[in-house]
């Protein structure tokens, strides 16, 4: 599980990730709202862990602003700001769960752990896979951006699924040749490439933000920039 833990005060920031990495968690730190919006927004997290009152952003607007950009990441609302008024804020906010300091650390791995749950449950049971303002539905093999139908030929459609469900991933031609073309990559051809750019055009091209980016010497990655 990847985490973003979005804390100002150091002492604070450090016993979570400590505690977290003991759990073989993978943790970032950012220490105000302006670093840690960017920080969620450029990269793929399980779970985000974030304070109220943070420099630059506040936890509620950072909040806010996390969803209105489409990024549909579990929230913990980890703060001193224990009130109904203020869980009502953060819950209208967005935030998915919410813990009062001072805390205990098993019952704050508890939550983390029934946020990840809920969230994967979720995304193995449904059949609208997001992305942005990009909708693909496994079921009737449609997909759209900004409310536009966008029409893909079958070997399109599968792989954008593959990006879709590698978000944040870099994913490499031998990769996208085996998981969608079901075959072993022949280097010397460039159909992958091709079919990617072929892709781009159609989502990526008339759209904001981009969505599929190519990692020189590596491959591609889907991801929100």
Not at 147 to 169: M, S, V
Request: aromatic fraction near 10%; glycine fraction near 6%.
């Amino acid at each position: 599980m990847k985490i973003l833990v979005i804390e100002d005060e150091p002492k604070v920031a450090s016993f979570i990730q400590k505690g977290l990495e003991e759990q073989t968690y993978d943790v970032e730190i950012a220490f105000d709202g302006f670093i840690g919006q960017k920080m969620a927004l450029s990269t793929s997290y399980d779970v985000i862990i974030m304070d109220v009152n943070l420099p630059q952003i506040n936890g509620f607007e950072l909040c806010k602003n996390l969803r209105n950009n489409h990024l549909r990441t579990p929230i913990l609302m980890l703060t001193a700001f224990g009130t109904t008024d203020d869980k009502l804020t953060g819950f209208d906010a967005g935030v998915d769960d919410y813990m009062v300091k001072p805390f205990e650390f098993r019952e704050l791995l508890a939550r983390i752990k029934a946020l990840y749950k809920r969230s994967t449950d979720a995304g193995s049971s449904s059949n609208i896979l997001r992305v942005a303002d990009l909708e693909l539905n496994t079921d009737d093999k449609s997909v759209k951006r900004g409310g536009k139908k966008i029409d893909l030929t079958a070997k399109e459609f599968g792989l954008l699924e593959y990006f879709i469900r590698n978000k944040g991933k870099v994913v490499s031609r031998v990769d996208i040749a085996e998981k969608v073309w079901e075959i072993t990559f022949d280097t010397g051809t460039n159909v992958i490439d091709v079919y990617v750019n072929f892709l781009r055009k159609k989502i990526d091209k008339d759209f904001e933000p981009k969505l599929i980016h190519t990692v020189v010497g590596m491959g591609y990655i889907l991801r929100e920039e």
